[in-house]
T-cell receptor, first 117, second 114 residues
Framework: EAGVAQSPRYKIIEKRQSVAFWCNPISGHATLYWYQQILGQGPKLLIQFQNNGVVDDSQLPKDRFSAERLKGVDSTLKIQPAKLEDSAVYLC???????????????FGPGTRLTVL | KNQVEQSPQSLIILEGKNCTLQCNYTVSPFSNLRWYKQDTGRGPVSLTI?????NTKSNGRYTATLDADTKQSSLHITASQLSDSASYIC?????????????FGAGTRLAVHP
């Protein structure tokens, strides 16, 4: 079974530029998550989708970050404009559960490492 | 505020030795607790998941314990190998608003030396 795919793996941009990340979850997984992981910290949830609807985006900086999951499969996360503090690894994860339950295991992609200069 | 605290922040051990990593949490309402292993440059991979009623779970050389009364968990690694060098992240699931929200600790960075 193929895992969660993410691209690009690395991205270097200047501040105030725009950037987009792409995620392809495991086939059949209804729930998709985007996390931000700053060096030395645990991942922080940015947004959670159930199929193509947003379940939780309370920690997404909506003035500069946006995400969409068209057709309930692939997802893109965009930052516009980027700031220095956005330098981090952006992880995508997916889980099978159609209805959130207590045991839905999340499978993570390899992440995209973003450096903002 | 829901928090997950891990200790130590980093740890160096010799190959073949055992070690124990600690996790304290204040998450409520509690749903489950997970331990993940994250190799450098990779996404986290699940090691164990425990619900409120489970107080120990093993996965090969990894054994996790949970004390829901004191809100503490530990991850014990037996006979460490060089490949165990990674960050170990404790994650507590909060059941709120009809779905589970994961609260991540900062991780313990383990280095196993030959």
């Amino acid at each position: 079974e193929a895992g969660v795919a993410q691209s690009p793996r690395y991205k270097i941009i200047e501040k105030r530029q725009s950037v987009a990340f792409w995620c392809n979850p495991i086939s059949g997984h209804a729930t998709l998550y985007w996390y931000q992981q700053i060096l030395g910290q645990g991942p922080k949830l940015l947004i959670q989708f159930q199929n193509n609807g947003v379940v939780d985006d309370s920690q997404l900086p909506k003035d500069r970050f946006s995400a969409e999951r068209l057709k309930g499969v692939d997802s893109t996360l965009k930052i516009q404009p980027a700031k220095l503090e956005d330098s981090a690894v952006y992880l995508c994860a997916s889980s099978l559960a159609q209805v959130p339950d207590s045991y839905n295991e999340q499978f993570f992609g390899p992440g995209t490492r973003l450096t903002v200069l | 505020k829901n928090q997950v605290e891990q200790s130590p922040q980093s740890l160096i051990i010799l190959e073949g030795k055992n070690c124990t990593l600690q996790c304290n949490y204040t998450v409520s309402p509690f749903s489950n607790l997970r331990w993940y292993k994250q190799d450098t440059g990779r996404g986290p991979v699940s090691l164990t998941i425990m619900t409120f009623s489970e107080n120990t779970k093993s996965n090969g050389r990894y054994t996790a314990t949970l004390d829901a009364d004191t809100k503490q968990s530990s991850l014990h690694i037996t006979a460490s190998q060089l490949s165990d060098s990674a960050s170990y992240i404790c994650v507590v699931s909060e059941f709120s608003g009809g779905y589970n929200k994961l609260i991540f600790g900062a991780g313990t960075r383990l280095a196993v030396h030959p």
